[in-house]
């Protein structure tokens, strides 16, 4: 018997020390991996009159479902970081992020986001609401950001002709069409159609 206690005393010492660890490890990642320096990715600057051509006191005018007029207000550009830390490294990233809504109202507005992932990739992403309708749809863009606006692309929207666009169709089927340095110049889902007026 006593020499079944002095084993049974050997194991536990190792086994106590092994939770220990465990507890120690866990209690550290739970504090977001202290101690880590956040690398920066940033988004470049210079595409950002093509992906937000608005500034803080920008109006747009906006048919809605062919029957009513709407006054989008910008809400003002905003620039933040988003932290972010991924995997068992704890590698943690510090994203810049622009980010401008334009509100007709509570229920009528959209948002364009543009920012940067953990890798440098630059991503933008357009954001409509309109009643308790979400759309979002997001697009990948690479560093030459112009060739995604081929001017042979026009179309013809309230009677104004505008080329250099771009269709963008999300997996629900809602379409966005937008233009550089002007912005969205028609949205249409399955719930709503907004056409740019001026």
Do not use: H, W
């Not at 048919?63 to 709407?70: I, R, S, Y």
């Not at 999300?170 to 233009?179: A, K, Q, V, Y």
């Amino acid at each position: 018997m006593k020499i079944l206690n002095q084993a049974v005393g050997m194991n536990t010492k190792p086994l106590t020390i092994l939770l220990f660890a465990i507890l120690l490890i866990n209690a550290c990642s739970k504090d977001g991996c202290p101690g880590s320096n956040p690398t920066e990715s940033g988004v470049n600057k210079s595409y950002l009159p093509y992906i937000i051509p608005y500034s803080d006191t920008s109006t747009r005018l906006f048919l809605k479902n062919g029957t009513d007029t709407l006054v989008f207000r910008s809400q003002g550009l905003e620039e933040r970081k988003i932290n972010e830390t991924f995997g068992e490294n704890c590698d943690s990233y510090n994203l810049q992020q622009y980010s401008l809504k334009m509100a007709a109202s509570d229920t009528d507005y959209f948002r364009i986001n543009y920012y940067a992932e953990k890798f440098g990739t630059l991503k933008n992403d357009y954001f409509i609401i309109s009643g308790n309708y979400q759309s979002k749809s997001e697009y990948y863009y690479s560093d030459v950001f112009i060739e995604y606006f081929p001017t042979v692309k026009t179309t013809v929207i309230l009677n104004n002709n505008y080329d250099s666009i771009r269709f963008l169709t999300n997996f629900f089927g809602d379409t966005f069409i937008i233009r550089p340095k002007t912005g969205i110049l028609k949205i249409q889902t399955k719930n709503v159609l907004y056409e740019l007026i001026k």
